[in-house]
């Protein structure tokens, strides 16, 4: 016989999925204590958190006509219908919580809001309240006190570690976001005893060695695109202990992802040989892109794209340790790349990291959505009339006005595979050729070099076909790395694409960057090494007024023309990611910034690319297959319809 389950069993079941052992329920208190803007929290646990958990905040506090509702079910001050969940921010949002722990402990909340003269009381038990708010003196903020957890589910009670190990699951919590909200202060008590106090740092290095006494060997890096973000924070010394800490945010959200979890270590070991100690990971994505509501304890999301931002995370953390490696052996010995040919542009007697140095094995950098095109008519310099085709190059919305209308191809007839190097056959071009060389996979440059195009799947990826098998292949990717070696082979001997109306750097930038002083730092940087880039690049900056401008760029390969949207991140790029000290290290950077700029986001610049593949001149670095850039395909109906 099927019956209706009794609405307080109903409670107790759904308070099971929610709640699962004490540090649960600090995890929800401190969330909001967040929610409410506190700059201070205090944690009391006694016995484990199974006789006491109190969390006193010094936040905005609840409003008296809302003690009612705390601990009502599905009662939410975050959200009013269903879709606001795609633009979620804050923590809480089902009214779940509270309401949960009120059907497994007894809980008390004494909350006064800046504008109230007194606090009040109200003890709640099975999500209803107890008594009525009773007026008494209390701190602007809220102080929540949970007792006798789990004292009617006496099973839980038994599947629960003892109070020691319950403690440090808490406490490993509590870390975890006083690390990521290192603004906010913490205090940690045991019984009655402080055991933690985290007082408000300035940065994030700061807390991680309060919270966890690493304050050497901390490696941080960020990472921004236009719909998603990453901060990363590592140990980047080999460490023998087997203890390994691992904080991931999403949005500000404490999560667990274990895929992310196993690349992220995977790629630590393949240049380290040992698992990281410590790596802390805060991912800030645009938030109709993640769905926060797929687990009763939000601790698990789900990320649209989630793989492009897993390949674009291992592999800059992958640069960053291979970058270290080589300052530590540099340390000891003298590296053939830091000969120095160049000694008006480059010193040899030091080095200035650079922000994010560039490794010689990497996948391509990550790609942004296209944005709406903008058709631009390609003019011949040499009888001055419009060709008949149309060329379409990408631009923002906001940026039509500023970008050109047109460009012009001076004629040069430079073939980018005409002649050789610059005469001063530079010693950090041969060493960059010659490591081409050496990371050459044979078979795969052998495979796209007879690859037939079968179809332009997206702007990713593309379909190819080969001795009788299908291939889907990474244009951006392979692109890129075309670019990489022509620029390389063409080095200080490309032709010139002239922008009839040139672009102020300035406005570029500010497409980018929100400071003004960085945009005049930026674009003084990028002028002041001009010559640099209108000698062996062919970008041409000139001085107008008191602003900039981007007047040419190289040619790489006749008849492609770039998108531009990538053309502000390029131009932050050069001011922020290029060692202009040292000579291999900023000819790698730039040669890689400019591949990037140029990768393929339209059918016809990947035909173009495919015609310089078919030549054989191609080099295919070995990760194209083991990063899974070239992929050969059993089943096709689902891309061929």
């Excluded at 629960?160 to 699951?169: A, H, I, P, V, W």
């Excluded at 990474?474 to 922008?499: A, D, K, N, P």
């Excluded at 008191?546 to 008849?559: A, F, V």
């Excluded at 059918?603 to 992929?631: D, E, M, T």
Aim: proline share 3%; aromatic share 8%.
């Amino acid at each position: 016989m099927i019956i209706c389950l009794d609405p307080s069993v109903i409670s107790r079941i759904a308070a099971g999925e929610i709640v699962h052992c004490p540090a649960n329920v600090v995890k929800e208190l401190i969330e909001n204590s967040l929610d409410a803007s506190a700059h201070h929290i205090q944690i009391t646990v006694s016995n484990g958190g199974l006789d006491l958990v109190r969390i006193t905040d010094d936040g905005t506090g609840i409003q008296l006509e809302d003690m009612s509702l705390v601990c009502q079910k599905h009662a939410t001050s975050k959200l009013q219908k269903f879709d606001d969940l795609g633009s979620i921010t804050t923590f809480g949002f089902r009214g779940e919580a509270l309401s949960s722990i009120s059907h497994i402990a007894d809980v008390s909340i004494i909350s006064k809001t800046e504008d109230s003269p007194c606090g009040f009381k109200v003890i709640y038990k099975n999500g209803t309240m107890v008594n009525r708010p009773i007026s008494c003196a209390a701190n602007t903020g809220t102080v929540i006190t949970i007792q006798r957890m789990f004292e009617n589910e006496p099973m839980v009670r038994k599947r629960l570690k003892s109070s020691n190990e319950e403690y440090k699951r808490t406490l490993e919590i509590i870390k975890k976001y006083a690390v990521h909200n290192y603004k906010i202060a913490y205090t940690i008590r045991k019984n009655t005893t402080i055991e933690h106090s985290y007082s408000e740092t300035s940065t994030i290095k700061e807390r991680i060695g309060q919270v966890y006494g690493l304050s050497k060997h901390l490696t941080s890096t960020q990472y921004k695109e236009s719909k998603w973000s990453f901060d990363l924070t590592f140990i980047d010394q080999q460490d023998v202990s087997t203890q390994s800490t691992f904080i991931l945010f999403v949005n500000n959200r404490l999560v667990d992802n274990q895929r992310m979890k196993k690349e992220i270590y995977q790629a630590y070991k393949e240049l380290t040989e040992k698992k990281p100690h410590f790596i802390y990971l805060s991912l800030n994505i645009y938030p109709p892109h993640v769905d926060v509501n797929i687990h009763p304890t939000k601790n698990k999301v789900r990320i649209l794209n989630e793989d492009t931002m897993v390949d674009t995370i291992t592999r800059i953390l992958k640069d960053l340790l291979q970058c270290n490696k080589d300052k530590k052996r540099k340390s000891t010995s003298k590296c053939p790349h830091e000969q120095t040919t160049l000694d008006s542009y480059f010193q040899s007697n030091h080095r200035i990291p650079t922000k994010d140095d560039i490794s010689k094995e990497r996948p391509a950098s990550s790609w942004k959505p296209k944005s709406p095109c903008v058709p631009l008519k390609c003019v011949n310099k040499k009888n001055n009339t419009p060709e008949s085709k149309q060329t379409m190059a990408v631009v923002p919305d906001d940026t039509s006005t500023q970008i050109s209308d047109s460009y012009s191809n001076r004629s040069d007839e430079c073939s980018p595979f005409n002649g050789g190097m610059v005469e001063d056959d530079l010693q950090s071009i041969f060493i960059m050729e010659k490591e081409v060389l050496t990371n050459e996979d044979k078979s795969i440059s052998k495979l796209l070099s007879g690859l037939h195009d079968i179809g332009y799947i997206d702007d990713v990826l593309a379909l190819g076909l080969y001795h009788n098998c299908y291939y889907l292949v990474h244009q951006c990717v392979i692109s890129e790395e075309l670019f990489y070696q022509m620029i390389i082979r063409s080095f200080g001997r490309m032709g010139t694409l002239h922008l009839e109306t040139s672009l102020s750097i300035h406005s570029c930038l500010e497409l980018v960057v929100d400071n003004l002083n960085d945009i005049r730092q930026y674009k003084t940087v990028i002028y002041q090494y001009s010559d640099i880039l209108k000698t062996y690049f062919s970008i041409v900056i000139t001085k107008k007024n008191d602003d900039y401008h981007l007047c040419q760029l190289p040619i790489i390969i006749n008849d492609y023309i770039p998108s531009l949207n990538n053309l502000p991140v390029f131009l932050l790029n050069l001011a922020t990611k290029v060692n202009w000290t040292q000579e291999i290290e900023c000819f790698d950077a730039i040669i890689r910034e400019i591949s990037y700029l140029y990768h393929c986001s339209t059918n016809l610049q990947w035909s173009l690319v495919l015609n310089q593949l078919h030549r054989g001149i191609f080099k295919a670095p070995k990760y194209l297959s083991r990063h899974g850039h070239i992929v050969q395909v059993d089943v096709i109906n689902e891309y061929m319809e």
